[in-house]
């Protein structure tokens, strides 16, 4: 078993930055990718950014330029670094791992999850 703790979300005005992160513990040597989704009341979790062991990272369109996905040397600690926030990345963010490499943000691709933490972004 891998657990998965986010922590670092908030309330932060539009243009802000904020600095999500995902402390790991448990079988975290079964993992080979990492990431961060996000979901709104009503909406689908949708991914948000990935990276594999090796250091490959993968974004959506709609955060690339302003997050950046980075793991510490242990694999310890996810992090994912949010600038120039808008009012729609407003959602609850989730830490997410799986077995196999990254190659898809499909949900059922993750084995584990965290239980979130919250961002809002207020104009």
């Known amino acids: 078993q891998v657990r998965l703790v986010e922590s670092g979300g908030g309330s932060v005005q539009a243009g802000g930055s904020l600095r999500l992160s995902c402390s790991t513990s448990?079988?975290?040597?079964?993992?080979?990718?990492w990431a961060w989704f996000r979901q709104t009341p009503g909406k689908e979790r949708a991914g948000v950014a990935s990276?594999?062991?090796?250091?490959?990272?993968a974004y959506a369109d709609s955060v690339k330029g302003r997050f950046t996905i980075s793991q510490d040397n242990a694999r310890k600690n996810l992090y994912l670094q949010m600038n120039s926030l808008k009012p729609e990345d407003t959602a609850m963010y989730y830490c997410a791992a799986a077995g196999s490499r990254c190659f898809s943000f499909q949900t059922r691709d993750y084995n584990y999850w965290g239980q979130g933490t919250q961002v809002t972004v207020s104009s």
């Open positions: 990276i594999n062991n090796d250091g490959t990272t």
């Open positions: 448990g079988h975290t040597y079964s993992v080979n990718c």
